[in-house]
C-alpha cells in the first residue's frame, strides 16, 4: 500500500528564510509521481511542483524545488526567500504512474506554515 | 480559462435531507475524482471515473454515490447524509494522456465546497 507521511504538524519561519518541507513515502510501485500542493486558508488546492520517479534531475518551479531521494524515499520541499503569502497548509501526495490504475492521489497530512515579518 | 468549478461552494443541511454537489470540468479530461478532507487526515478519495460510464469506489465511498452521464461532469449525491459526512469535499479532473508531457500527472482541483450536516 502507499503512504505519505510528514512529520511536522506546523513551522513557524522568518520572512525571507529558505524553508524545508519534509516527506517521506512508501510504495512497491516502480513508477510513481509526487506532488505538492499549497491550500491557503481560501481553501483552494494549488499545485506547486511535480516530480517522476525515473526523473534524473530535481524538479523545480520558481522559487520552489523538490529535493527528491529515491533511495530514502523523500520528497522535501524546498521554499527559498519566503514570503507573507507563502503562510498556508501544505500537502505532499504521491499516485502511481500506470495508465489503467486508479490516478488517485495519496495524501499526507500537511503542515502548516506560518511566515514571521 | 481551463477550470475545475463545484457547486454549491458552501452548505449547511440536516441529517437525512438528500443533497447534491456538482462538478464540472472544461478540460475534456478523462479522469475526474472526489475527495474529501478532514483535519489531521489530509485528502481521501471517495469515487473516481476513468471516463463516461465508468466509475469506482475510493478509500471511503460509504454513503455517497456518483454517475458520469457526460465527460465533464461528475456529481456527488448524498442520499442520506449524516453528521459524520460534514467535511471539505474536492473534485479533481486530469489527462490520462500521457503525450501532454510532464504535467499531465497534474489534478486540476476545484474550489471546494464545504459540507456541514446538522
Known amino acids: 500500500a502507499q503512504k505519505i507521511t510528514q512529520t511536522q504538524p506546523g513551522m513557524f519561519v522568518q520572512e525571507k528564510e529558505a524553508v524545508t518541507l519534509d516527506c517521506t513515502y512508501d510504495?512497491?510501485?516502480?513508477?510513481?509521481?509526487l506532488f505538492w500542493y499549497k491550500q491557503p486558508s481560501s481553501g483552494e488546492m494549488i499545485f506547486l511542483i511535480y516530480?517522476?520517479?525515473?526523473d534524473q534531475q530535481n524538479a523545480t518551479e520558481g522559487r520552489y524545488s523538490l529535493n527528491f531521494q529515491k533511495a530514502r524515499k523523500s520528497a522535501n520541499l524546498v521554499i527559498s526567500a519566503s514570503q507573507l503569502g507563502d503562510s498556508a497548509m501544505y500537502f505532499c501526495?504521491?499516485?502511481?504512474?500506470?495508465?489503467?490504475?486508479?490516478?488517485?492521489?495519496?495524501w499526507g497530512a500537511g503542515t502548516k506554515l506560518i511566515i514571521k515579518p | 480559462e481551463a477550470q475545475v468549478t463545484q457547486n454549491p461552494r458552501y452548505l449547511i443541511t440536516v441529517t437525512g435531507k438528500k443533497l447534491t454537489v456538482t462538478c464540472s470540468q472544461n478540460?475534456?479530461?478523462?479522469?475526474m475524482s472526489w475527495y474529501r478532507q478532514d483535519p489531521g487526515l489530509g485528502l481521501r478519495q471517495i469515487y473516481y471515473?476513468?471516463?463516461?460510464?465508468?466509475?469506482d469506489k475510493g478509500d471511503v465511498p460509504e454513503g455517497y454515490k456518483v454517475s458520469r452521464k457526460e465527460k465533464r461532469n461528475f456529481p456527488l449525491i448524498l442520499e442520506s447524509p449524516s453528521p459524520n459526512q460534514t467535511s471539505l469535499y474536492f473534485c479533481?479532473?486530469?489527462?490520462?494522456?500521457?503525450?501532454?508531457?510532464?504535467?499531465?500527472?497534474?489534478?486540476?482541483f476545484g474550489p471546494g465546497t464545504r459540507l456541514t450536516v446538522l
Open positions: 479533481a479532473s486530469s489527462s490520462l494522456n500521457p503525450l501532454l508531457g510532464q504535467k499531465y500527472n497534474e489534478q486540476f
Open positions: 501526495a504521491m499516485r502511481r504512474l500506470y495508465m489503467d490504475s486508479n490516478y488517485q492521489l495519496i
Open positions: 510504495t512497491s510501485d516502480p513508477s510513481y509521481g
Open positions: 516530480q517522476g520517479s525515473y
Open positions: 478540460m475534456n479530461h478523462e479522469y
Open positions: 471515473s476513468m471516463n463516461v460510464e465508468v466509475t
